[in-house]
């Protein structure tokens, strides 16, 4: 059973950090190309960060581009999205969703950042 699980969201003051992870169950890991989303009420989703398969290439919406990096340990079946200068207009529920080789995506339940004082 294909499982996808988000953990280490929370609440953080602005400019501060939170390193979100992404681990999978069920799927062959190394075929996994992973997305990181976020999406607040009454807007659409928001593609943050890509990883690709090894030989990973990582890439970035502008926004975060410089703050935040993802990358994947393999080994341990996890993605991580480490959030740096975070703002509160970054306050959402982030998803990781992985992509496999066939073409099938899987989500993940999400976890809530919020940035605030």
């Known amino acids: 059973q294909v499982r996808l699980q988000e953990s280490g969201g929370g609440l953080v003051q602005p400019g501060g950090s939170l390193r979100l992870s992404c681990a999978v169950a069920?799927?062959?890991?190394?075929?996994?190309?992973i997305t990181w989303y976020r999406q607040t009420p009454g807007k659409e989703r928001e593609l943050v960060a890509h990883i690709t398969t090894p030989p990973e290439v990582a890439d970035y919406v502008d926004s975060v581009r410089g703050r935040f990096t993802i990358s994947r340990d393999d080994a341990k079946r996890i993605v991580y999205l480490q959030m740096n200068r975070l703002q509160p207009e970054e306050t959402a529920v982030y998803y990781c969703?992985?992509?496999?080789?066939?073409?099938?995506?899987?989500w993940g339940q999400g976890t809530q950042v919020t940035v605030s004082l």
């Open positions: 969703k992985a992509d496999s080789m066939r073409g099938d995506e899987y």
């Open positions: 069920g799927l062959t890991f190394s075929d996994l190309a």
